[in-house]
Structures are given as structure tokens and as C-alpha cells.
């Protein structure tokens, strides 16, 4: 059993930041991968950074340079500090893991929390 707990989202005026956190618990052996998605009204939903094993990491354009994604392995928690937010970053932010739970098998599947709304008004 793995879940992932998000917090962090809210209401910010346009040039504002926020922090969101998702944190992992439950039976965890190793987290591969960590990221963040984010699906506006009419959307899809698209990946806007990921954390991957030796803390290499990926970015949407959209998001680069206002983004920065980090994780506390010791506390199995990723971050998300998001500056100079912009209404086109208004979404339902989810959190994602590559968790392999299972040592006996070592198979690691994608986890998803349940999402986060993050408001940009203008």
C-alpha cells in the first residue's frame, strides 16, 4: 500500500509563488521517480517536472526557469516551488512516484495523489 499526500495548493495573484509537497508513505522499498502533473479544464494532463535517482530532473518549457523541483529522500517527499506563477499555470496539480513496494518482486508502478488545485488570478 502506497500514498501519496499532496499540500501546498491554493489562490496567488499573478507573479506570486507557491510550494506544493507530496509526500509518500505506506510500503515503500525504493522510489525511483518522482514528479509533478498538472491538467487544466479542458486539458490533458502533462507532465510539468520530474525528479529522477541522482536527483536529475526534467521541466515543461512553459515552466522552466519558474519552476524548481526537489526531494528529501529521507523523507520520501517531493517539492515543487513554483515562482512568477501565471493564470496559464491555473491547474489541478497531481503528484506522481515510481515506487517499487514489493522487494520480493522489485516491480515498481506509478502511484498518483489526488491532486491539488492551484489558482493564478490575474
Known amino acids: 500500500q502506497v500514498q501519496l499526500v499532496e499540500s501546498g495548493g491554493g489562490l496567488v495573484q499573478a507573479g506570486g509563488s507557491l510550494r506544493l509537497s507530496c509526500a509518500a508513505s505506506g510500503s515503500i522499498f525504493r522510489i525511483n521517480a518522482m514528479g509533478w502533473y498538472r491538467q487544466a479544464p479542458g486539458k490533458q494532463r502533462d507532465l510539468v517536472a520530474a525528479i529522477h535517482s541522482g536527483s536529475n530532473t526534467n521541466y515543461a518549457d512553459s515552466v522552466k526557469g519558474r519552476f524548481t523541483i526537489s526531494r528529501d529522500n529521507a523523507k520520501n517527499t517531493v517539492y515543487l516551488q513554483m515562482n512568477s506563477l501565471k493564470p496559464e499555470d491555473t491547474a489541478v496539480y497531481y503528484c506522481?512516484?515510481?515506487?517499487?513496494?514489493?522487494?520480493?518482486?522489485?516491480?515498481?508502478?506509478?502511484?498518483w495523489g489526488q491532486g491539488t488545485q492551484v489558482t493564478v488570478s490575474s
Open positions: 506522481n512516484a515510481d515506487i517499487i513496494s514489493s522487494v520480493v518482486t522489485g516491480t515498481g508502478y506509478n502511484y
